[in-house]
Every structure is written in C-alpha cells, then in structure tokens.
C-alpha cells in the first residue's frame, strides 16, 4: 500500500482545483481532515474521491477583528457526504449568513495558495 | 469498557490558596506558582521538600514539573505534567487520588501560575490551528466559542439576555470577593450594549485576561483529619474528551462533560441535586449553560430559562462560580485550578462573604481547548463520606 501524506496530498489535489475527500473503501465513509487512516476503525484502504462542494451552514460566526481588518465570516459546513469542514462564505455580508443556509464550495486564491470557500448555493433553500 | 472504579473519599484536598491575582508585573509565571504553591504548603506546615508527588502545568514551560522540582529544589517521585489545556488540574486531582491511594505519593501538590497579562497583554497559548484551518483566521479560542454559541442559539432560541444572566451572576459573586480583578457593576444594559468580538460573543461573554496563580496539597484521608480542620474529600473525579480543534466537536451544543459528569456523579454516590455550590470553567458565557446541561443541573437547552432571575447568583437557588469566575475573578489562561480552590475554600468554610452557608457538596469542573476537554471533581465534607 502506497504511503498516505494527507495534507501533502490534500492541498495538491486543491492547487489542481479538486476538493477531495479521503474515504474508507470498506466503509465507503467520507471524512475529513485528512488522515492516514479511518477514525475510529484505523482502517487504511483509504482513496481520495471527489467531494460534491454541497453543503449546509452548521455554525457561523463574524470576526471583528481590530481596525484596518475589515470583518470576515467563518463557518462550519456540513457537506452532502457527512463531514464537516471550516470556511467561508464569500458574496454576502459576513452577518447575513445563517444556519442551515445551502452553501457550493470553490477553489480561491488567498496569499497565494489555494483555499475552500463556499458560496451561496443558487438553489438555496433551506435544511437543518 | 470495565466498570468505573474511583477511591472515593481516600483522598483529600488539606490546602488550597491562590496568588498575584489580576496583576503581578515582574513576576514570571514559575515565581507565580511557587508563590502559590508555598502558601498552601504554609497552611498545613508542610516544606517543598515533602511534596513527593507534583503535577503542574504553565502554558510557557513543557517542562515545567522539571523547572518547578529544581525551581524548590525538590526530588519528587512522582512528576505529572499532563496537558488537557485548562482542565489539566482537574485531571491532576484524578491522578492525584490514584496515586495516592496506590501509595505512588503521600503528599501531591498541583500548582498554576501565569503573567500572561503583565508580561504579553493576550492570551498565552500553545494551540496552533491545523493547516485546513489557519487560514479561516478564526480568532482562537473565542470564535470556536462563538460557533458553539450560534449553533446553541439556532436550536433551542437561547437569547442574548440569558447570556448575559450569566455574565451579571459572575459579576455579583466577583463583588464579594476581594480577590477578583473586575468588581465594577454590570448592568443588562451595558451587557447588551458591549463590542462583539466573534458574533454573537461580544466582551462581556468573554473571560478575563489576568495574571494569577493557585495551588491544592492533597494527602490520604487519614493524614488529612490529622492536618486540617475541614480537609475536602475527593468522592468521584472523571475526564473526557471527543475532540481538539472545534470542528471535528460531533455535536456543538453538547460536550464531553455529559459523560465525565455522569461518572464522577456515579463514583461519588450523589446527584446533582445534592450539590450546594458549583464550579464551572466559565471562558466564555456559553460554558456555564453548557456544563450546567451536560453535568445534570438541568435538561439539554434549558440552561438559558434556568439561570434567569438570578438563579446562579448570590442569593439564587444554586451558586455557581462563587469566586466570580473566569468572567470576573482571574483567567490567566488556564483557569481550571482556580474552579478546584473555590470549591475547597467553600467546603472549608473559608470564602468569607462569599461563602455559601452550610455547604458540604461541591463540583468543581474545567474545560480545556474548544469545548475540547472535559474534567468533572465531586468534592465533599466529612459529613459526605
């Protein structure tokens, strides 16, 4: 079995514009973060399958952080296949994000390097 | 998992003192803890050099437990330096009870210091955030306690006010402590009207940044009736833990303290009915109605409803955080010794005009990390056991 390098190969596959997520061949479960085996089961029959970028708002939060930094959204979204991850949603005010919002990922660029960020879903409607 | 067993009432906290408390310039964060540490040996008239058994932890030395043995020039047997973030101590206490009851120690001293405020004006932490992380630029800890925050406000309709009970309820306990940093009045108004910081978490619901040290001796109950008048007796300690970074959290409304509350409760033979002064790690506002939740004072996402009208209060049905808390009292980065001290010095008899009257039942509880962490103590007088 090949050696897994998780971040290595996370953000590779992100700077070639593919958010991947890592998932157990025998459970067939996504996780995230990246990991050289499964949680819990310490399975290592792991490969990157590529994540659908749709999402819900599970948390969300607006930093205000000191002047010049103007403030900035972070949120945990919850994917269509189980995991949860930490971003942004980008294209509406920082405070007009809600939970259960629906959410598209898409590959940025910020200092750079590639990043998840998440816009608002055009289908939006919304699910808890 | 095998039934959980817990030496109850073998072992006993005798001493218990805090130190440098809010501001301590020129002091570093091991002169704190020796201090500290020192004035609760003073109480017992116990020398550094008896202490055999040491656990600490200071947010600037990894190796503190080896700077702090060298530091008083002690050879401890035992040197315990678990890092849970700041519910160390509690897990130290644990710890503390086990090896004294297998005979690994007969005098353990749990110590804390910190200069944070005087030395850096932040918070000192060693948490760094993990790569799919940094670059949200979350501000940490209090934006993963702002997420907790907004998750708990989406599905039970907790308001602001009710955060803001808690934040008063500190307040009120802080004046009446001479020790506690800010004691000036606080008003629902100026509470609604406080900076955010992570919304919905503004200034008001945050902990304070202070300087300050504390320290516990524990011995075996027998040596304890032989060393203080009121020693507090260990009846059920437990940790838990089911995350680090606040994202992998299973569930941000729930904690980790649901389980060890239930086998610390379990271990010590009490509910929490029973209890008649509680300790909570209050970093942020949230915290006291999270643990007031998961620790069995009240059901899942009633915590809001059940500390209004000054509940938690001086003169409310149940005190909670008597000293004034992280909110109000001292928060120099770790705070869960602290929760330890106030709730011995309630059992002692000690907390002046704090002191709540006839208390025999304490939990002490700390929080470590993002909700990360969660160490449950039940402590209790003589009349306990």
Known sequence: MNTIRPEQEYFAHLAEGRFMLQRSRASGKCFF???????????RDLEWVQASGSGTVYATTVVRAKSPAVPANVVLVDLDEGPRVMSRVEGIN???????????????QQDGRPILLFDVAADTGSQV | MSRDKFPRGKSAIVAAATYGM???PGQSSMDLAVSASLRALDQVGLQ???????????????????TFAEYLGIQPRLTENNRTGGSAFLTHAMWAALAIEAGQCDVALIAYGSNQRTSSGGLVSAMRPPAYEAPYKLGRPVGAYALATSRYMHQYGLKREQLGEVALAARRWAQLNPDAFVRAPLTMEAYLQARMVSDPISVRDCCLVTDGAAAVVMVSAGRAKQMAKRPVYLLGAAAATDHRDITSMPDLTTTAAVHSGARAFAQSGVKPSDIDVVELYDAFTINTLLFLEDLGFCKKGEGGAFVEGGRIAPGGALPVNTNGGGLSCVHPGMYGLFTMVEAAQQLMGQAGERQVKDARLAVAHGNGGELSSQATLVLGTEETL
């Open chain 1, 94 to 108: 920082p405070d007009a994000v809600r939970i259960g919002m629906r959410v598209q990922a898409r590959i940025g």
């Open chain 2, 48 to 66: 550094p050099a008896e202490v055999d058994g040491l656990f600490i932890g200071l947010p600037d030395d990894y190796l503190s437990g080896l």
């Open chain 2, 22 to 24: 809010g501001e301590s």
């Open chain 1, 33 to 43: 973060h990246p990991r050289v085996a499964e949680p819990v089961t310490g399975a």
